[in-house]
C-alpha cells in the first residue's frame, strides 16, 4: 500500500482517539450498522480530500464499512492530526509493520508544493484504476480535475512562472509534470467521476459558479446546505473549535477583551456566541443588511472594520470572503491583538501584503502562531498564517457535531453512487426527509424527547406524521 504520513508509530495513539470518538459519531455509526451487511458502496472509488483529523478517521473507516474503496488527502496543510492519518492508515487489521488500512497522504505542516502533490496521489490511482466518487471540501480536488481537464483541451498548461500566486504556482507543477506523462490523463478520470459531495460553503460557491458557466463535468451534492450541517457544524462546531484555537496558540484571557468578527453568517453567529460566552466584548462587521440586523438584535455592536480596529484585541475572520483585512488595516492594530481567520481559504488576511509591508518582521513563537512586528513597533499575533486557526491551531469541530455533517457525507456519496442515472450533472441538496434522519439519530445521545404528532395535527400542518415537516424553503 503506497500513503504517506508523518509516523506510523503514532497508530496506536490514534486507534485510542478513534474510540473515543465513535461513541460520540451515533450518526456514522448507525450508518455501519445500517449499511455494513448491504455495502451499497461496493465498487466505489473514492478520492477524498477533507482535514485529515480523528473525526475524518470515522468517516473513512465507514465509507470503507459500506464497501468503499477510499484514498485521502487533507484539504489544508496545517489541518491533519497525525496519529489520525497513521491509525487510518495501519486500518482496523494491520499492524505499523504491515499497515492493511487507507492510503493516506498527510501530514500537519505540509509545504503548498507537497499539498498539491498529495492532491494528486489521491486522484490517480495505482494499478490503472481511476476513482469514480470525489469526496472534496473546499473544492480543491474538484479543482485539480477541472483545470486538467480545461488545459487537456487546450492542448497545453501555462508556465508556474505565469502566476505569482503561490498556490497557483505548485498546482500548475503538477498539472504540468501530469501533462507530460499523459495528455488525456484528467479528462479520463472525469469522465470517470460518477460525482462530488462537497462539505463547505466555500467549495458549493465554486461549484455553482462551475455549474452557471456550464464547466461542471459531473453531478454534485452540495453537503453543507442540509440543515443539520451548515446549521450546527457551522455555528455550533466554531462556537466550540474558534476558542479552543485561540486558547491554544496563545492562552490569553478572553474574557473582558474586544473581539471583531468579520462576518455574521452560519460561522460568525457561532463564533460570536462563543466569545461572548468568556465574557468578551463582541462587536461584529457585515456587508448584508440581514445579517446586520441579526447581529445588531442578538446584541452585538455592528460596525465597520475601520472604525474599531485600532481598539480590538482578537479579530477573526469568518466571511468566505477575500481581501476582509488589508495590510494597511492590520499595520494599525493593537500592540500584542491577535489576528485568525476561521473562514476556508487563507485569501480573507491578506498576508501576502503583510509580508510584503517595508519592515516588518516576523518571529515564529510555536507552530502556527507567529509574532509580527509592525514598522510603529506594535506586534500582532498571527495565527496559522491567516488560514483556518481552528484546524491549525486546535483540532476542529468535535465529534458529535461532526456525525451530523458527516452522516450527511454518507447519504450524499450512497445517493450519487447507487442513484446516478437520477442526477444529471448540476448541483442538488439532499432530500428534507434525509435530513431530518440525521437529526433523529443524534436525537438520543442527548436524552432528547421527541414529541410525536397526532394524526390530526399533521393533517392540520399537511404534513405526514412522519415527516418531512417543514418545506424546503423553510430556514430554522
Ligand atoms: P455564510 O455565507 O453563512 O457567512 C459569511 C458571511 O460573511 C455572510 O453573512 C456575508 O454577508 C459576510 N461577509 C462577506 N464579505 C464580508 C466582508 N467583507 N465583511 C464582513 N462580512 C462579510 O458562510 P459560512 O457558512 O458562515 O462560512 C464562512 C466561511 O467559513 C466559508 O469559507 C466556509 O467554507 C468556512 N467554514 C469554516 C469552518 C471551519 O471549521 N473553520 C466550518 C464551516 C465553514
Known amino acids: 500500500m503506497d500513503f504517506s504520513v508523518a509516523d506510523l508509530s503514532l497508530a496506536g495513539a490514534g486507534r485510542e482517539q478513534i474510540s473515543l470518538a465513535e461513541h460520540e459519531m451515533p450518526g456514522l455509526m448507525a450508518m455501519r450498522e ?30 470503507v464499512d459500506l464497501g468503499a474503496d477510499v484514498r485521502w488527502a487533507s484539504c489544508n496543510i496545517f489541518s491533519t492530526q497525525d496519529e489520525a492519518a497513521a491509525a487510518v492508515v495501519v486500518g482496523r487489521g494491520g499492524t505499523v509493520d504491515a499497515p492493511a488500512g487507507v492510503p493516506v497522504f498527510a501530514w500537519k505542516g505540509e509545504t503548498l508544493a507537497e499539498y498539491w502533490d498529495c492532491a494528486e496521489q489521491i486522484l490517480v490511482w495505482p494499478g490503472g484504476e481511476d476513482p469514480n466518487m470525489i469526496l472534496d471540501d473546499g473544492g480543491d480536488a474538484t479543482l485539480l480535475l477541472h483545470l486538467g481537464v480545461e488545459y487537456e483541451k487546450a492542448g497545453a498548461v501555462p508556465s508556474p512562472d ?17 501533462f507530460e506523462a499523459d495528455q488525456q490523463r484528467w479528462t479520463r478520470i472525469a469522465g470517470a467521476i460518477k460525482g462530488v459531495t462537497e462539505e463547505t460553503t466555500t467549495g458549493v460557491l465554486r461549484l455553482y459558479e462551475r455549474f452557471r458557466e456550464g ?33 491554544r496558540a496563545t492562552d490569553v484571557l478572553i474574557g473582558g477583551k474586544v473581539a471583531v468578527i468579520c462576518g455574521y453568517g452560519d460561522v460568525g453567529k457561532g463564533c460570536a456566541d462563543s466569545l461572548r460566552g468568556q465574557g468578551a466584548r463582541v462587536i461584529v462587521t457585515e456587508i ?53 481567520n476561521i ?14 509591508t517595508p519592515g516588518v518582521t516576523r518571529t515564529n513563537v510555536k507552530p502556527q502562531v507567529d509574532r509580527w512586528t509592525l514598522p510603529n513597533g506594535h506586534d500582532v499575533i498571527v495565527l496559522s498564517e491567516g488560514r483556518l486557526l481552528n484546524l491549525g491551531n486546535a483540532t476542529g469541530h468535535p465529534s458529535f457535531v461532526m456525525s451530523n455533517s458527516f452522516t450527511n457525507q454518507v447519504l ?17 441538496t439532499l432530500p428534507k426527509h434525509l435530513d431530518e434522519e440525521v437529526a ?8 432528547v424527547e421527541l414529541t410525536e404528532l397526532t394524526a390530526a395535527q399533521a393533517d392540520y400542518l399537511g404534513v405526514a406524521v412522519e415527516g418531512p415537516y417543514k418545506s424546503d424553503h423553510y430556514r430554522y
Do not use: W
Open 34 to 63: 445500517r449499511y455494513g451487511a448491504t455495502k451499497p458502496l461496493a465498487g466505489a472509488r473514492i478520492a477524498g480530500s477533507l482535514h485529515m483529523t480523528v473525526q475524518t478517521a470515522v468517516l473513512i473507516e465507514t465509507l
Open 162 to 178: 505565469s502566476t505569482d500566486n503561490a498556490e497557483l504556482k505548485e498546482l500548475l507543477r503538477v498539472l504540468g509534470r501530469s
Open 215 to 247: 464547466s461542471l463535468q459531473f453531478p454534485a451534492i452540495n453537503v453543507n446546505d442540509a440543515v443539520t450541517k451548515s446549521k450546527f457544524d457551522n455555528k455550533y462546531g466554531c462556537r466550540h473549535s474558534l476558542i479552543d484555537g485561540i486558547n
Open 288 to 340: 448584508d443588511p440581514i445579517c446586520a440586523l441579526q447581529a445588531a438584535m442578538d446584541g452585538y455592536q455592528v460596525a465597520r472594520l475601520d472604525s474599531v480596529i485600532e481598539s480590538a484585541d482578537i479579530i477573526v475572520t469568518a466571511t468566505g470572503n477575500k481581501d476582509v483585512i488589508t495590510a494597511e488595516q492590520i499595520g494599525r492594530m493593537k500592540h500584542q491583538a491577535i489576528l485568525g
Open 343 to 356: 473562514g476556508h481559504f487563507d485569501n480573507e488576511i491578506d498576508m501576502a501584503g503583510l509580508a510584503a
Open 412 to 428: 450524499a456519496q450512497i445517493e450519487l453512487f447507487t442513484r446516478t442515472a437520477d442526477y444529471p450533472v448540476g448541483v442538488y
Open 440 to 447: 433523529r439519530l443524534h436525537l438520543d445521545a442527548l436524552g
